[in-house]
DNA sequence: CCGAGCACTTTGCACCACAAAGTGCGGTAT
DNA sequence: ATACCGCACTTTGTGGTGCAAAGTGCTCGG
């Protein structure tokens, strides 16, 4: 098998995004305030990888007024497809590696 | 399962290194012009990445003058378990998110 | 001696993760 | 009414680092 390292998406591949992608991928919605306490980030570092996130088409953002402002985040379709691109090189990087 | 993202190992997980590191184990050994031939890299490029790694105590170096000059690269014992380290945590992620 | 190739080192740029501090807004308490 | 607090940001600053390009020394072949 041939692996192409170039097909890994920078995007993806960071430590904090690629954390934010898994916790994503596992649950329709997340808000804000329940990522931040998963992923011990400051808000501002989190934010920032959101929005990189989203500039990538990868997450959409949701806008409530519940009690308190609440704003939830969600894979798009184009995120979810990405992920799994992402996590198929991964399997194949493993099982290269192992084997 | 709790996925700790902070257990992932920086200096494996940059996609240069972690295409150098995949190369490694699946060899013994690999001669500088080889990995540079498979990587497309250039070899500045590569040489840091290879230091860095030697650094970590990940890669052990070996020089020999055959009838070339000739360098040649392998896993160290550390090398390989921080490798399956991290493809294990891989495995968690790939898990994960596709569960 | 000259040119080529290997295995580097050095330099420089540009990007980016990350933290810290500041902003605005709405709700709550006094 | 005002003061305060938390949420969801934005802005700023710093350090680190990937990466390319160019330069270095060394050895062999012609």
Not at 54 to 65: N, S
């Amino acid at each position: 098998m041939k692996l192409d390292f170039d097909k890994i998406d920078r995007v993806i591949h960071e430590r904090g995004r690629l954390a934010i992608m898994t916790l994503l991928a596992t649950r329709v919605r997340w808000s804000f305030a329940d990522l931040k306490a998963e992923l011990k980030m400051s808000d501002g570092n989190l934010v920032t990888h959101l929005r990189t996130l989203h500039q990538a088409g990868y997450v959409a953002t949701t806008k409530e007024i519940l009690d308190r402002p609440q704003t939830s985040y969600g894979l798009t379709e184009r995120g979810r497809a990405a992920f799994a691109g992402y996590l198929a090189l991964l399997e194949q990087i493993v099982k290269t590696g192992q084997g």
